[in-house]
């Protein structure tokens, strides 16, 4: 029995009265059973969930540490990494790389008036760096329910210093970024000036804007400061010493067509676009924003003959030794044609252009026909709207029919309105070989020159670089003389349009200077608008008189810095370049 | 036998979570490190973009133009000024003159007064005749080598200045190297 007991339970520890449960499965059926599998696949599905959810865990972490390398960032404040705010809108740089505009952060202050613990003290600090602001005002501020008041907007790097020096808590600044142009208004046309959140509004910030925003880089222009500011102050003295209206230059590189200069007087500071001048209260702003390099289109006069005399040496219907008669005025309408420095004779080609005569330049288009000029001329680009890195630009005027009037006054520069950047683009196409390459303000690599286009050929260029050279040396544009840098050009003395009649006494005096002309590599093109003449000039005001001793002295003062070297002019090598066969031997008259 | 197993385990765990914090924080403050420099190096380039604006502004050619009136009176280079090139420019003599220059100076120069030196060794310069020639004749494209023939025969000259070089200088710089070589 003992042993029985002893057998049955194999646990002696266990009560004798605990009956252990039959080991037998319990099936239970019908709905416990399915409560049961519901049970279990519910199990399931988490169990996957989790598994799932573990596993993408995983699979990411593996990610972070095996594949990116640890480059992946946190998002959590205190891990994330440091990043330097990059500006809105990249720097613009001249060619040799000084800043023409920059952003620069330009904090804003503000005040949370909670945290201002002695408003009062505050008050009285913030007075003291900023003496501009009212204190009543400042303390109204601090003083106020609100949980956000603006101080004052735009700090300068000092003011910032000077009010975190102040240690005051509750003052914070808000990141904000403003459009500097440290050359202010001496690169204004070009650069233009950017408005609210620096977007473009002139110039080339508004026509490459959306380059700017994209660029890390600076943008280098092709402009060169100093041959801007020695054409600005060159043009400033032209316009102060015959009292004009205003003024336009432009230095061109002839065998890129690289802008090196371009100003437009008078002129606005981009810091303050909107502010008044206070040397000329009188002047409107869209006045002084006008750009007349590119958005001005004028009737420029004489120095058009260029073109006519290079259309009918290129096209043969002239020859250099061809001659026309200019000694009676042409009368043909309503109009009549005559000289302003009238020989009262018959002139050969190169006479025409150094004595600047109306009546030849007539007849030498005429004898072209309307056809071969307006063909000319649309080759040259002066018929359409000149391409540029500067939003600001207009389209020419030239008549609709081409009458035989037209051609006429065509040819010596009335009756057309282009600008002068058109102008200078065509005029440096005309000396460098004849290839047309479009202006532009961006800077080339060095050494680059742009695919062009052959509008002429080398031999008219040839020729058309002897022909201006003997108007600086004989003819007209004596004054623009620069010993030893080869000056050629031609002058241009234009009535102004008023109304529907051309005033006489309104000039438009303007000159396009090359140099060195024996072998073009820079163009200088001056504009004056409504000079009056004065005691120096003996009573004049045109080209001669005005602008083309301006372009020789920008010539005299720009050639070294430009590393041309001067030449000796009377050299055999100079003079051979130089040389107008049809004129050997002939005594020239003196203009 | 699982009671030391227990204890290992124990003691990994320990171990691989004390080893952990000390990496995390290692690595924590090390970050912590990172993020201050690249404030710093944010703040530094903010005050170089800063001071590139002020340099800017500084020297805009107003500005220059008016420091020059005030203090310098610089004029515009005259074309007359421009007609002589680099090339044109005799270079200090060389030859015979340069080897007896430095022997002369040396002993002078420890025991005589200072200013004695300066004449019989720029004497001896000048009045030696290859000297003269050098460069009296002018700019040709030969003339270099003519130079470098005249200096040659002299015995002297290899063994005080053997690097001297005998071309003429195509730069300031180098023209201001050469001067201070054969010093």
Sequence with gaps: MVAIQYLDDDNPCRPRHFKPPPCVAIVPDGPAMAALEACRSRLLVTAVLFALVFAVVGLRV????????????????????????????????????????????SPSLYAVPKQIIDPAAATGKIVKVFPKLSSAEIYGKLT?????????????????????????????????????????????????????????FAGVERALDEELKERREPLQLSLDLRLQY????????????????????????????????????????????????????????????????????????????????????????????????????????????????????VLNVPEILMYSSNIGAAKMAVAAGAQKQREFLARLGLLKTPKIEISEVAAPHYPAKWREVSVMTIAFGHGISVTPLSFATAAAALVNGGV???????????????????????????????????????????MAAAPGYVVGGKTGTADKISGRHYAERKLLSSFVGIFPINAPKYLVLTMVDEPHPNKQSHGYATAGWTVAPATSRIVQRIAPVLGVEPVDEASPEVQRALIVESLQGKRLEAY | MIRLSTVFWLLLVFVTGFAMFTVKYAVQSQEDELNRIKRATIAEEHAIRTNEAEWAYLTRPETLDEMNRHYLSLAPIATKQLRVTVADIPLRPQGPALAEAPPAAEPLADSGPPSAPEEPAALTVQVTPAALRVPTTPAAPGKPARAADLAKPTPAKAAVKPAMPARRPTSLDELIAQVAASR
């Design chain 1, 62 to 105: 593996a990610e972070i540490t095996l594949f990116e390398g640890g480059a992946a960032q946190s998002q959590i404040g205190r891990f994330r990494a440091v990043r330097a705010p990059v500006p809105s809108h990249a720097d613009i740089v001249d060619r040799n790389g000084n800043v023409l505009a920059t952003t620069l952060d």
């Design chain 1, 144 to 200: 106020s329910s609100k949980s956000f008041v603006w101080i004052k907007r735009h700090l300068t790097p000092r003011e910032q210093y000077d009010v975190n020096q102040l240690g005051i808590p509750g003052l914070e600044f808000e990141h904000e970024e403003r459009r500097l142009y440290p050359d202010a208004d001496l690169t204004s046309h070009v650069v233009g000036y950017a408005g609210i959140d620096n977007a473009g």
């Design chain 1, 230 to 345: 020695i054409l600005k102050e060159e043009l400033q003295r032209v316009i102060d010493d015959f009292t004009a209206k205003g003024g336009a230059g432009l230095i061109m590189d002839v065998n890129t067509g690289e802008v090196l200069a371009m100003a437009s007087l008078p002129d606005f500071d981009p810091n303050h676009p909107g502010a008044p001048d206070p040397g000329h209260p009188g002047l409107t702003i869209a006045d002084r924003m006008f750009n007349r390099n590119t958005l001005g289109v004028y009737e420029l006069g004489s120095i058009f003959k260029i073109f006519t005399v290079a259309m009918a040496l290129d096209t043969g219907t002239s020859t250099i030794t061809s001659t026309y008669d200019a000694s009676h005025p042409i009368s043909i309408g309503r109009f009549t044609i005559s000289d302003y420095h009238g020989k009262h004779r």
């Design chain 1, 436 to 478: 047309l390459r479009q202006a532009t303000l961006v800077k080339l690599p060095p050494g680059y020159a742009p695919q062009g286009q052959q509008v002429i050929s080398a031999k008219t260029s040839d020729q058309m670089r002897r022909l201006m050279r003997l108007v600086v040396e004989h003819g007209t544009g004596s």
